[in-house]
């Protein structure tokens, strides 16, 4: 498998992207690398490494296009970015079979979208991050972004890629797929909800009915389902409450006397647990599903270890069947005879 990189993407590049790169080569010795960005820069970085020179290949994409400009713009006028280079190779030559970045957020989805095209029967991708829950296990949360506005059909094909993504990536068999709405009963949800929840109701998934945000994390589901707006604010929401809880612990910590600060040396290795488990840096990024290739939109923030899960994640995501099983369910769906209102 042949990765590409880009090397200029995110708050931290080049340095913290090309040293999980790097770590990417030593955890797997079956992955090989292009990185994209200025070349001399990456190759002057690539210095500080010693690495099988053969596994890496750099990329010349000089431009660099940041949260700021019109992705849209951006696209169209910067073809020698590091993103956009990056997934014309990834659409056009076979050697490449996925892609990973920190960079624009929305100069990634416009990209992917224009130039790998979606899965036929599929009319928007989505993202998808990969969130820890309470019992050790995962949940993908469908879509956390990409489309703010969404149809019936959307959510639907969202539930068939995620369950595709829970079985052929992470091996959960007959996932357990929820609907994000205001409550858990059945008649819960606006207007879109009650349109999405009989579809969902009269497909062949496990569809297990609708969840509250606060049900999101708690193991019991392995494929949340909501449009972008909605999923997106869950997410930020999540992120923000486990941040506030850490700073609290640690404050309450060092303010709390020798009391406090014995009790955290006997549970210092509980504190070290949980926040290895609520650190996205250890998970990977979102997978862009609903495309024809696979690709990872790592945090822009990410540090090292955070791109080698990230490379790990596309890796594993290009070697599994992914990309047919969504294509095969996704047409099974549209043969199903109790999906009227699907298209």
Do not use: W
Request: hydrophobic share 40%; net charge neutral; with cysteine.
């Amino acid at each position: 498998m042949k990765i590409l990189v880009d090397a200029f993407g995110g708050d931290n590049a080049p340095h913290e992207i090309i040293n999980g790169s790097i770590e990417a080569l030593c955890f797997d010795d079956k992955i090989k690398l292009a990185l994209l960005g200025d070349e001399n820069i990456i190759k002057d970085e690539l210095k500080k490494y010693s690495y099988d020179h053969t596994r890496i290949e750099v990329i010349h994409a000089p431009l660099i296009i940041s949260n700021d400009e019109s992705p849209t713009d951006a696209v169209r006028k910067k073809k020698d970015s590091s993103i956009v280079k990056g997934l014309t190779l990834l659409g056009s030559d076979p050697q490449y079979n996925a892609f990973v970045s920190a960079g624009s957020t929305g100069a990634v989805l416009v990209s992917s979208f224009l130039i790998l095209k979606c899965i036929k029967g599929i009319r928007k991708p989505a993202l998808v991050p990969v969130l820890p829950t309470m019992n050790d296990g995962n949940v993908l949360l469908i879509d956390c972004g990409a489309n703010v506005d969404c149809r019936a059909k959307n959510l639907v094909d969202f539930a068939y890629m995620g369950a595709a993504y829970s079985s052929s990536v992470l091996n959960v068999k007959n996932p357990r797929i929820g609907l994000l709405s205001n409550g858990a009963e059945d008649e819960k949800g606006n207007v879109l909800n009650k349109e999405v929840f009989p579809l969902l109701k009269a497909t062949n998934l496990n569809f297990v009915g609708n969840v509250e945000a606060r049900d999101i994390l708690s193991g019991r589901f392995d494929v949340i389902v909501a449009d972008g707006f909605s999923g997106n604010i869950a997410l930020k929401s999540s992120e923000g409450v486990a941040i506030m809880l850490l700073d609290l612990i640690k404050k309450n910590i060092l303010s709390g006397g020798l009391r406090a600060k014995i009790g955290y040396l006997f549970l210092k290795p509980v504190f070290k647990k949980i926040a290895k488990t609520m650190d996205y840096n250890n998970n990977g990024g979102a997978i862009l599903l609903g495309l024809n290739k696979p690709v990872v939109k790592a945090h822009g923030s990410s540090k090292a270890k955070s791109i080698r899960a990230s490379i790990i994640q596309a890796n594993s995501i290009a070697e599994s069947a992914l990309i047919q099983n969504i294509s095969d369910s996704i047409l099974n769906a549209m043969k199903e005879p109790n999906t009227e209102g699907y298209e």
